[in-house]
């Protein structure tokens, strides 16, 4: 088996020069934020996936948090979510007093399967945050015909799925509103920051409020002068700054180079592991196309932590996304109990995240799929 010489983590940012040089100048200009480089990031977000609207934030929780306000969700409401995700995604119901349902997942592309979320409705269920799991588009017709019948917010959790496909379309018009998270590790980098796309006019005028403290001019505000100003709700200041937005403009240029990069790793590793026995290779949705911000293998006859600790040895950033959410101590603490969801628990058991991200090499590549090859003989 072949050790690299440095650790490979399972994703990381892709940063040039010219992306260092915007920065450069933003910090040479007057505004280091509130400037207008984040009108025009939000701009080109809103263009590249179809929207009308979008509103920046300081990280992709910040903006799960804020779209949560926008759709009103408060103590005694319901919101269904899939516990297979990063914790922000049932955290932001939490912020805002609400209940978290958990639905289970679908066995096939371990997004929350609409069949559980049907199951979960209740008189209470004011929402749905499904999950773009992996960068694969949840199942949205189906999750939005529910949320039509039953009238329910769906916030969806784009995290992962910036320039993913879904049937024709790019996420991003397919919920009421989409965020997307701009992490290093994500399909694009901001270091922090987040945005939530929408089409409707009220959310839109509810998150800019949310992410600058509750203050707006209102009618009352310009009656009284140019310096009035009106704290109308309790807000945050969660705000973008023009750094980061001057990042996130550079990336957006090459966001399509990112994602055809990811798609080609991923068809490398299927192509490699799609008939290896203990190898269940991941599964698309008819229809969607992934952004493959993660790439996922399912190990059955082997232990995962075995081989997870080999790789590990051989400086091998695999990983594991992510553990049942309600397994941890602060949702147990809250009364959920292991079983709630058991494709989700099985499914863990024996999931592993292989690296991907825009600049690995072939060879890199060919490391990987022979030592895991061998670690399954
Ligand atoms: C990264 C991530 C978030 C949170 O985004 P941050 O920008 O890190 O706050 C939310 N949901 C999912 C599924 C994520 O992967």
Redesign the pocket.
């Known amino acids: 088996m072949k050790k690299f010489n440095q650790f490979l983590s399972y994703g990381r940012q892709s940063i040039d020069e010219d992306d260092i040089q915007v920065v450069i100048e933003t910090l040479r200009s007057p505004f280091l934020t509130q400037g207008p480089k984040i009108k025009q990031f939000e701009q080109v977000i809103a263009d590249y996936v179809g929207a009308q609207y979008a509103v920046a934030f300081c990280?992709?929780?910040?903006a799960?948090h804020a779209a949560c306000y926008a759709a009103g969700i408060g103590v005694g409401d319901e919101v269904i979510t899939s516990p297979i995700?990063?914790a922000?995604?049932a955290n932001c119901v939490r912020y805002m007093g609400g209940t978290v349902v958990f639905a289970d997942i679908d066995e096939s592309t371990y997004n929350i399967n609409p069949e559980e979320i049907r199951k979960k409705i209740t008189p209470n269920t004011k929402a749905i945050i499904p999950?773009d799991f992996t960068g694969q588009p949840a199942d949205m017709d189906a999750i939005m015909d529910i949320a039509h019948k039953h009238n329910l917010v769906v916030i969806e959790?784009g995290?992962?799925s910036l320039g993913a496909n879904y049937k024709g379309k790019k996420v991003g018009t397919l919920a009421h509103m989409t965020?997307f998270?701009?992490?290093p590790v994500?399909p694009i980098t901001t270091a922090?920051?987040?945005i939530i796309v929408t089409n409707n006019e009220e959310y839109y005028r509810k998150l800019q409020l949310f992410r600058s403290h509750g203050i707006e001019q209102t009618d009352f505000s310009v009656m009284q002068g140019g310096w009035y100003y009106e704290m109308t709700d309790l807000g945050y200041n969660y705000r973008m700054t023009d750094l980061q937005a001057a990042l996130g403009l550079s990336q957006m240029a090459k966001i399509d180079t990112f994602i055809k990069k990811r798609r080609e790793i991923a068809a490398f590793y299927t192509e490699a592991f799609q008939n290896i026995e203990g190898i269940i290779v991941p599964q698309q949705l008819e229809g969607t196309n992934s952004g493959w911000h993660l790439y996922m293998l399912q190990l059955e006859g082997i232990s995962r932590k075995f081989v997870f600790e080999q790789m590990r040895y051989l400086n091998i950033g695999v990983h594991v996304h992510y553990i049942p959410v309600y397994w941890h101590p602060y949702y147990r603490k809250l009364g959920y109990e292991r079983g709630l969801c058991p494709n989700a628990e099985k499914w863990y058991e024996k999931a592993l995240t292989l690296p991907i991200h825009p600049n690995m090499t072939v060879e890199e590549l060919s490391i990987i799929v022979s030592n895991i090859k061998e670690l399954l003989k």
Request: no cysteine; net charge negative.
């Open positions: 990280n992709g929780t910040a799960l995700t990063f922000a995604s999950i959790d995290a992962h965020m998270s701009f992490h994500k922090e920051g987040g």
